[in-house]
């Protein structure tokens, strides 16, 4: 099954910048989207952004001009640049892939671990 593996979360001051990555174990028939999700305490997980197979963006307007979502499609990674960074950004970032493992596999979503983001004032 694929296994995705989340980096660079971490602690920034309010103005900051980090890139998140999350990269795909094994060798994957297909990758429909690829996207980003976030989860701050006490709230419901939303959607950052997503990036489809062809390559259309879609951003939440709270990171929008902010974030970049790009991806590497030789190592099956995607990418989360995010810019300006506020308290607000604050949350448990997580990785969705929608993807077939093999050709003979229906289309599923498999999630990242999560990756902590602080963003100090």
């Known amino acids: 099954q694929v296994q995705l593996v989340e980096s660079g979360g971490g602690l920034v001051q309010a103005g900051g910048s980090l890139t998140l990555s999350c990269a795909a174990s094994g060798i994957i028939f297909s990758i429909n989207f690829m996207g980003w999700y976030r989860q701050a305490p006490g709230k419901q997980r939303e959607l950052v952004a997503t990036l489809t197979s062809g390559s259309v963006t879609n951003y939440s307007d709270s990171v929008k001009g902010r974030f970049t979502i790009s991806r590497d499609n030789v190592k099956n990674t995607v990418y989360l640049q995010m810019n300006s960074l506020t308290p607000e950004d604050t949350a448990v970032y997580y990785c969705?892939?929608?993807?077939?493992?093999?050709?003979?596999?229906?289309?599923?979503?498999?999630w990242g671990q999560g990756t902590q983001v602080t963003v100090s004032s």
């Open positions: 969705k892939f929608n993807a077939r493992y093999r050709i003979w596999d229906s289309a599923q979503d498999y």
